[in-house]
């Protein structure tokens, strides 16, 4: 155990009430996403495949964190929602600070909508425009840098399964 999380045991067994510094915290974002477990996922362009590496968020609580807090994400990585069902859904940026580029895919893995160059830390709804069951989130200007455009194809075993 890191020394300043025993001091804070050690305060708490005494019923004193112990306030871990928020850096600390934060501090372990970036290990933990550096981590973290990825997947494949390619993208059928006209300009020919594209490949990632994706962390993919299938229940609540991962879909409610996504990127929040994270500083850095590689420029082949990204994050995959997937939704589980077809239907409209929304996105929003709070606590997130990293600009991304929001691609919104159909069940059977055609990217529907493209929100590019979103504003990091705002509220602002970024809608789908229509059903879709996941959204794959890259760094802001990838989609236009790699010619990512509604009609590709995205290939991974979540849209295989459907």
Request: aromatic fraction near 4%; glycine fraction near 8%; proline fraction near 7%.
């Amino acid at each position: 155990m890191p020394s300043h999380l025993a001091a804070a045991a050690a305060i708490i067994g005494l019923g004193l009430i112990a306030v871990i510094p928020v850096s600390v915290v934060c501090a372990q974002a970036p290990v933990q996403a550096a981590t973290a477990k990825t997947e494949p996922l390619t993208i059928t362009t006209k300009a020919g495949p594209k490949r990632f590496a994706v962390e993919v968020m299938r229940d609540d609580a991962g879909r409610s964190r996504g990127l929040m807090f994270r500083r850095h994400m590689a420029a082949d990585h990204g994050m995959l929602f997937d939704f589980e069902r077809d239907e409209p859904v929304t996105m929003w940026m709070k606590n997130t600070y990293l600009p991304l580029d929001m691609v919104f895919i159909r069940p059977d893995g055609t990217v529907s909508h493209i929100a590019a160059d979103t504003e990091p830390l705002s509220t602002a709804i970024i809608p789908s425009g229509g059903p879709v069951v996941a959204v794959l989130e890259l760094n802001a200007g990838t989609a236009a840098k790699l010619g990512i455009q509604p009609g590709d194809h995205v290939e991974h075993a979540l849209f295989r399964a459907r």
